[in-house]
């Protein structure tokens, strides 16, 4: 029974010797390919494998990362049997390891204490001996068989020590006062460098791998994290209406991964506005009548108002602006510099920008502005005005050809003539060749849109109800220099066969029937003053009224 006992111990204590601990390991991010929703974040560390099968502790991994999009690179000695993922490992194994910063600074907090405590001994030796003096001092003078000049040369002696011991008390007592100051200046620094060290999350992929040769072993690790995402941001500057622009092509990256990108290789790919500078469009106007009410509450929610067809409703009450000619709308270094740096891969699914230069993102949730290349835009400017619907001019800039600059959509910052004017949006997914950027609203054209009062008015013709409408628009150029003004009114259309509709007076507008939009094309020269009239008349039955008319 004895010897069963100690056999079984025997087997106990060698199993648990020849149980394989896990490989600990930190991972450092490399590289980033940051997508408009995610980022492929790539990681690499270094480890020693013995031979045979290992389990693999790869810590610093993000905290969110998809772990069917993992992928672990390995030379062809080893293979990756399994790959998991977790926010809560627990290992009876596992190392706190200390950073380099934070270890420095204990060591030496170690080395001082143990320097206090040489100084504390020090001290303690001398006063002993100081205390000892003393007391032989008083047996010496009860002492009767000393003659003067030996009790003379005694005193003197006990003088001149009991002066060297207390000198050497008082350096010893600066030395322990300088050495306390240091070692709380230590323990202040603490919190300093922890916290200046870089953010580390508590994710770790555990990985079970077989190798067929025992040694070093580098890894790399890819895997998609959603949080993670950058939006494209441009900065517009022009001094004046005959000069190019100047864009700035520029990424607002934000990741939270749990992990900062420090030195990293950075990609960005496309794959997966203060007062509103946009220039307004305008959208076809119909009129129809006001529903009865009584036939409302009869048919309850699921009625339509009579009259309109489904497709118009929710649209025939306001005027929402659109147009049926324009589609809708690391430091800061020098322009060769940064594009040198910038490489632009175009193919059938996205556009990627490879940036050269290393960038640092934390893990802050932040917003970290990217500079990825200046392009100098040849333009043509042209004035733009909807006095129905914004009083302002709108100075219009139109690029040709603006496919290749491989723009995407994003919010604009604009100076114009060395002021910020504020923000509009660029839009290049549209049809048009022409890109057309809104640069924002130009004070020194005013505009002035009032309803003429005389030449408007209403009359009852039997059952028929008719109303005419009649607007001056007024325009000056208080500019130095000649200007192009595309300008855009509307008169409403019928959506019903018993509303008749009449454009009286366009004042040679260029008129679209189908949308009754007008528009002009006005050349306007310096401090010149134009006067345009529009006029219209709307005839329905006096027994109803048109609601948005």
Known sequence: MFKK??????????????????????????????????????QTTNL??????????????????????????????????????????????????RSPALKRVKDSIV???????????????????????????????????????????????????????ANTINTLTEKEQKLTEILQKLNNKLEVDTSKEEKTSSGKLIVQVMNNLAGAVPL???????????????????????????????????????????????????????????????????LNYRPNLNEVVMTGYGSKKKGVPTQLQGRVAGVQIANEEMDAQPIMQSESSISNYTTVLENQLNISFDIDIPYD??????????????????????????????KDAFLLAEIIDYSKYN???????????????????????????????????????????EKVVDQSG????????????????????????????????????SSNKDIEIELLQSDHAKVNPETGILTWQLQMKSNETRKIRISYKVRYPKDQVIDNL
């Open 5 to 42: 006992t100690i056999l079984s111990a025997f087997l106990l204590v060698t199993t648990i010797a020849l149980a394989q601990k896990p490989i600990f390991t930190t991972a450092k991010v490399k590289a980033a390919t940051v997508y408009f929703n995610a980022a492929e974040i790539s």
């Open 48 to 97: 020693n494998l013995p031979l045979g099968t290992s389990e693999i502790v790869i810590k610093n991994v993000a905290v969110d990362l998809n772990e069917n999009s993992v992928q672990i690179g390995a030379p062809a000695t080893v293979t990756v049997l399994s790959v998991q993922f977790t926010n809560d490992y627990v290992s009876e194994y596992e190392i706190d390891l």
């Open 111 to 165: 080395l001082v204490q143990k320097e206090i405590l040489k100084v504390g001994n020090a001290k303690n030796a001398e006063t002993k001996t100081l205390s000892l003096l003393d007391k032989n001092q008083q047996v010496s003078g009860v002492n009767s068989g000393l003659n003067v000049m030996e009790l003379m040369k005694m005193v003197d002696y006990y003088k001149a020590k009991q002066t060297e011991i």
């Open 220 to 286: 790399d690790i890819t895997y998609l994290s959603n949080n993670a995402s950058w939006t494209p941001f441009y900065d517009l500057r022009t001094e004046s209406v005959t000069a190019p622009i100047n864009m700035m092509y520029k990424a607002q990256v934000v990741q939270n991964t749990g992990i900062d990108w420090k030195k990293v290789k950075l990609t960005l790919s496309s794959g997966v506005p203060n007062q509103n500078n946009q220039a307004p469009l305008l959208n076809s106007w119909f």
């Open 361 to 390: 993102i934390l893990s802050n949730g932040k917003v970290h502005s990217v500079s990825l290349k200046e392009i100098k835009l040849p333009a043509s400017y042209k004035f733009y005005a909807v006095p129905k619907a914004e």
């Open 407 to 449: 723009l995407l959509r994003g919010e604009a910052n604009i100076i114009f003539e060395g002021m910020y004017v504020g923000k509009t949006l660029i839009e290049p997914s549209q049809t048009s060749d022409t890109l057309s950027l809104s640069m924002g609203r130009d004070k020194k054209v005013t505009i002035k849109r």
């Open 458 to 493: 209403t009359k009852f013709l039997s059952s028929k109800k008719e109303q005419i409408f009649t607007f001056d628009i007024t325009l000056r150029n208080n500019k130095k220099e000649a200007i192009e003004m595309i300008l855009k009114d509307q008169y409403p259309l």
